[in-house]
Structure formats: C-alpha cells, structure tokens
C-alpha cells in the first residue's frame, strides 16, 4: 500500500482520530495556560485560540460534572472524557473496518 493510500483510503478514522486528540491536548493547554494567563484576557491570541478550541467540550463536561468541582478542573475533565470517546470511536471504526491496517500485508 502507498503512503497516499494509507492517508487517503480512510479519511473518517483520520479526522476523528487527530480531531480529538487536538481538542484533547488542547484542554491539557488550557488547564495549564491558565496558571499563567488571567482568564479573561481577551488580547491574548493563544488563550483565545485554547478556548476557541476547548470551550464545546467544557460545557458539555459542565453538565455532567458534579457542582462542588471547581471550574478550573473542567478542562482535564474534560480531556479525560475526549479520551475516553476517541478510544470508544476508534473501536467502532475498527469494527466496521475503517481502520488503515498495520503491517505489510495488510
């Protein structure tokens, strides 16, 4: 199989795959950027771009995380659930064979 193929032929596993683990380390910046950077600060471009990114998935983990947690422990909450989702999606891809093989004879 030619690299081209490897990338091409399965386009679905590749975009979620690195979709979610962009999102995932994203939140693992976020958590740590903002030891460093005010939260609302708004002139910073690289924490705007870590909440453009991350903001879906905090609110979604807000709603199934218990109140008593403080809100900067969202974001690896969050990360820890994309995980969790992103092997689940990639044993469902692999089952319905959307997964690029490994080895030669594949």
Not at 22 to 44: D, E, H, K, Y
Not at 79 to 97: E, N, P, Q, S
């Amino acid at each position: 199989m030619s690299d081209v193929g490897f990338f091409l032929d399965y386009p679905v596993f590749w975009i979620v795959n690195y979709g979610l683990a962009i999102v995932i380390w994203s939140c693992v910046g976020r958590f740590l950027l903002a030891f460093f950077v005010p939260s609302m600060q708004p002139s910073n471009y690289i924490w705007r771009a870590f909440v453009a990114l991350t903001e879906w998935a905090l609110i979604a983990v807000r709603y199934i995380t218990p109140s008593f947690v403080r809100p900067f422990m969202l974001a690896p909450i969050a990360a820890f659930w994309l995980f969790h989702i992103r092997v689940v999606a990639f044993l469902i891809m692999w089952r319905w064979g959307l997964v690029p093989p490994i080895g030669a004879g594949g």
